[in-house]
């Protein structure tokens, strides 16, 4: 009997770049593990989580790094039901919950939840395989499946023409004298010689060639003295690049960087929420850049200074301005931003696909409150907002 008054215990534990959370039952154990390097601080676990579980801490500092080893939320492992709503809503995939050891999500699992439904897909006909979104994304969410091609190095790939090309090499064999001189310069080319014999001595064989190693870089047939080698390669009409560039959902936070900079305008990018954020420069004091740093989606930036002779009179330049499309209205820099209603968010939707229960949509109405950031919290090191209606 006096086990049961020992069950559950709670603990709470960071290693390295994970905090686990854990209730310990008798025979069960449920985790929510967080990882912080995947937490952006948006605040969005800390809104949904139907127990109120989830604190918002120090995000700007935390996510700037002038405060180590804690995260930018934190988890009260004994409020935590281990539903795993927080799991399911997190754009980020931050968050897991692990029942003795493995992922779970009771709440889908027992009584039905939705999951975002957005969309994030390139267009394979129209991608021509450039580098442009892969550079751009700042989630690396960008996936190039490409192969090896000439001029690349990777140990024990082979290596590709980049285009569907038909390469030829032919020797004519009349002027061949079998010399060696382009074997010796192109490791495609080698010499399968006769043995030099006293018995009948001068220079025979022929010349192997290995197309998969060929450049069709003309080395060889350049340096042939007696002009015996002549090297094509053509090309197949409407060619394009081998290989295939994918989004990976899971990392994908579908802020569209990438269907922004796509050159050939192969990619589609739904959002999870509808709604709008808007900034009120003015009332931003300048020099802190937090929203900048934080931000998860490199929306936000400091406009370039206009030269002082082409300010107009009176006009004040703005200290900071935010991209709405390529905002995903995370909120991130809502609960960092260190002054009063500089920035607000207003969700007005929120894509779903599964069963909108109850739940959520008690959660979907929470998350559609309109919110600024606020001075002077009631708890020191916590994030408080200030709804707007
Ligand atoms: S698992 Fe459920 S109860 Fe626990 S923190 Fe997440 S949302 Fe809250």
Redesign the pocket.
């Not at 949904?48 to 989830?54: E, L, Y």
């Not at 409020?79 to 799991?87: E, F, I, L, R």
């Given at each position: 009997m006096a086990m049961s008054t020992m069950y559950p215990k709670y603990s709470t534990k960071m290693e390295n770049d994970t905090v686990i959370?854990e209730q310990r039952l008798l025979k069960k154990v449920s985790n929510?593990v967080l990882n912080t390097t995947k937490c952006t601080g948006c605040g969005i676990?800390s809104e949904?989580?139907?127990?109120?579980?989830?604190i918002l801490g120090l995000v700007g500092a935390v996510r700037r790094g002038a405060v180590k080893d804690e995260a930018a939320i934190s988890?009260d492992p004994a409020?935590?039901?281990?539903?795993?709503?927080?799991?399911i809503l997190c754009p980020f995939d931050a968050?897991e919950?692990r029942v003795d050891g493995e992922p779970s999500l009771p709440?889908k699992e027992q009584e039905g939840f939705p999951e975002y439904d957005f969309t994030a897909e390139i267009d394979e006909n129209k991608c021509v395989r450039c580098t442009t979104c892969s550079e751009a994304c700042p989630r690396d969410a960008i996936v190039r499946d490409i192969p090896v091609y000439e001029g690349e190095v990777a140990d024990g790939a082979k290596r590709q023409t980049a285009l569907d090309a038909v390469t030829t090499l032919v020797v004519d064999k009349e002027k061949c004298n079998v010399c060696g001189i382009c074997a010796s310069l192109c490791p495609a080319l080698k010499i399968k010689r006769i043995p030099f014999t006293a018995e009948k001595v001068g220079s025979a064989g022929e010349v192997v060639w290995d197309e998969s190693l060929c450049n069709a870089c003309q080395v060889c047939a350049t340096a042939c003295p007696e002009h015996a080698i002549v090297v094509e390669r053509v090309v197949k009409e409407g060619s394009k690049l081998a290989g295939k560039v994918t989004i990976d959902k899971e990392t994908c936070v579908t802020c569209s960087w990438c269907e922004k900079v796509c050159p050939e305008e192969a990619v589609t990018i739904k959002k999870f929420f509808d709604g709008e954020i808007v900034f009120n420069a003015d009332k931003c004091p300048g020099g802190c850049s937090t929203c900048v740093d934080i931000c998860p989606c490199n929306a936000i930036y400091l406009p370039t200074p206009v030269p002082a002779l082409q300010l107009k009179k009176d006009s004040i330049e703005p200290t900071i301005a935010v991209n709405a499309d390529l905002c995903i209205l995370c909120g991130a820099c809502v609960n960092a931003c260190p002054s009063e209603d500089v920035i607000t968010i207003r969700r007005s939707g929120i894509h779903v696909k599964g069963p909108e229960t109850d739940l959520f949509k008690s959660i979907a109405a929470k998350l559609c409150v309109p919110r600024s950031s606020k001075i002077q919290e009631d708890t020191f090191g916590q994030v408080e907002l200030k709804p707007l209606e």
């Open positions: 959370m929510l676990c949904v989580c139907p127990k109120d579980a989830i988890v409020k935590c039901s281990y539903c795993g709503v927080c799991t968050l919950v709440i």
